[in-house]
């Protein structure tokens, strides 16, 4: 049970390149999550799913696109980077009710 | 006003000591609350739930005050092992987000 993996744990990029970030979880759980952290802003939620096929805009959604294909997977695009996007990314997954949520490890994005 | 804050501290306290912090949220609705706990450069990481009539895991207790809109988090004989960020999370009703506070620096001194 490996719970929420992200990759990769650390990316540089340059301004207007894309990538995306990957999350997988085994916990055959219902909800996942993406936050940012960046110093003194806390985390902030970017999109989310309550499901496979299901999606929404959390917070801080530009610039970022998301898809839900199946349960175990989630991935973060961003679609054309900019240095304010330079932040920790964390994806986060739960059950459904009132249950916290697990996170990943992290991913230390620097836009260059 | 924000949907959730927190006095960023830092709260430094010698080990044994018992410390509180409080966390404060705007939708008076909102349903269900934790607190997690963060190290540096690691992931936040589920402390304890928060429920209606208190509750307590070891030395830290946990209580929801709905007239005030606070939750609070008490730790008592603090450890060495306890210094982190203390991060309090709000679910609004009607949504499926969590919103989490910018959270609470706890050094414990030798």
């Known amino acids: 049970n490996a719970g929420v993996t992200q990759t990769p744990k650390f990316q540089v990029l340059k301004t207007g390149q894309s990538m995306t970030l990957q999350c997988a979880q085994d916990?055959?759980?219902?909800?996942m999550s993406w936050y940012r952290q960046d110093p003194g802003m806390g985390l902030r939620l970017i999109h989310y799913s309550v499901g496979a096929g299901i999606t929404d805009q959390g917070e801080v959604p530009n610039g970022y696109n998301v898809s839900r294909s199946t349960t175990e997977d989630f991935p973060l695009r961003l679609l054309s980077a900019a240095p304010s996007q330079t932040s920790v990314y964390f994806c986060?997954?739960?059950?459904?009710?009132?249950?916290?949520?697990?996170f990943g490890s992290g991913t230390r994005l620097t836009i260059v | 006003r924000k949907e959730v804050e927190q006095d960023p501290g830092p709260f430094n306290v010698p080990e044994g000591a018992t410390v509180a912090f409080n966390c404060t949220y705007s939708n008076s609705a909102s349903q269900s609350f934790f607190w997690y706990r963060q190290d540096c450069r690691k992931e936040p990481k589920l402390l304890m739930s928060?429920?209606?009539s208190g509750n307590e895991d070891g030395r830290f207790t946990a209580q929801l005050n709905r007239a005030s809109q606070y939750i609070s988090l008490l730790i008592r004989d603090s450890k060495l092992s306890d210094s982190a960020t203390y991060l309090c999370?709000?679910?609004?009703?009607?949504?499926?987000?969590?919103?989490f506070g910018t959270g609470t620096r706890l050094k414990v001194l030798a």
């Open positions: 986060a997954s739960r059950v459904t009710g009132d249950y916290g949520y697990t």
């Open positions: 916990m055959n759980h219902e909800y």
């Open positions: 999370v709000v679910n609004p009703p009607g949504t499926y987000k969590y919103i």
């Open positions: 928060v429920y209606s």
